[in-house]
């Protein structure tokens, strides 16, 4: 089972769909196991990236397979619903987690976090603008020569330039978040 280099998992009560995927994004496998089999089946897998939908039981399962070397993986399933081509069934539901762009951000995260940059941007803008001045004297240089909307797009650039110098371990988002460690 070396090979697989994503298992995508739909969890359940008593039975979960897993995917195996390759590195190239080949289907190996996508069927129905048991809880116990699932265990099983983490264990003698060699260590690679476990996809699940962000869920009540996710952060538990996803603490279970970091114990066996994985690296897990929680996407919201707004992130996945693009990517079912046929109807909504378990199934299809593991080989869409497995399709989603779990290394970066999906176009369609791109998009959302770039809206919130500039949301963001503009609101410190505003501020700037109402209170006369900031102390941060790029910006206020920006907003003084240049449109609200343009200085606010190179406030957000800047800000997603910070976000993306941060470590690779820091740096998650809600597209492929990691199960916080409980005691």
């Known amino acids: 089972m070396s090979e697989i280099s994503i298992l995508a998992i ?5 039975s979960f769909q897993v995917c195996g995927v390759t ?18 089946l983490l ?4 260590p690679c990236i476990v996809a ?8 538990r399962w996803g603490r279970i397979a970091q114990s066996h070397g994985h690296e897990a993986r929680l996407i919201p399933a707004t992130y996945v619903k693009p990517f079912v081509k046929r109807q909504k069934n378990d199934h299809a539901d593991a080989e869409a987690f497995a399709e989603t762009r779990l290394g970066g951000v999906s176009k369609m995260g791109q ?7 500039i949301i963001g941007a503009m609101s410190v803008i505003r501020w700037v603008v109402r209170k006369g001045g900031s102390a941060n004297r790029w910006l ?8 609200r909307m343009v200085a606010a797009v190179a406030l957000a650039n800047k800000m997603a330039r910070m ?3 941060l470590p690779s371990e ?9 199960p916080h460690n409980e005691a």
């Open 170 to 178: 820091q740096h998650t988002g809600p597209w492929c978040q990691k």
């Open 111 to 117: 998009c959302d976090i770039r809206r919130l940059l």
């Open 23 to 40: 590195t190239s994004g080949a289907v190996v496998f996508n069927r129905s196991v048991s809880r116990t089999r699932l265990l099983q």
């Open 43 to 46: 264990g003698a897998q060699e």
């Open 140 to 147: 206020e240089s920006l907003v003084s020569r240049k449109l």
């Open 163 to 165: 976000i993306w110098a």
């Open 10 to 14: 739909d969890l359940a009560k008593g």
């Open 52 to 59: 699940m939908e962000a869920c009540a039981t996710s952060h």
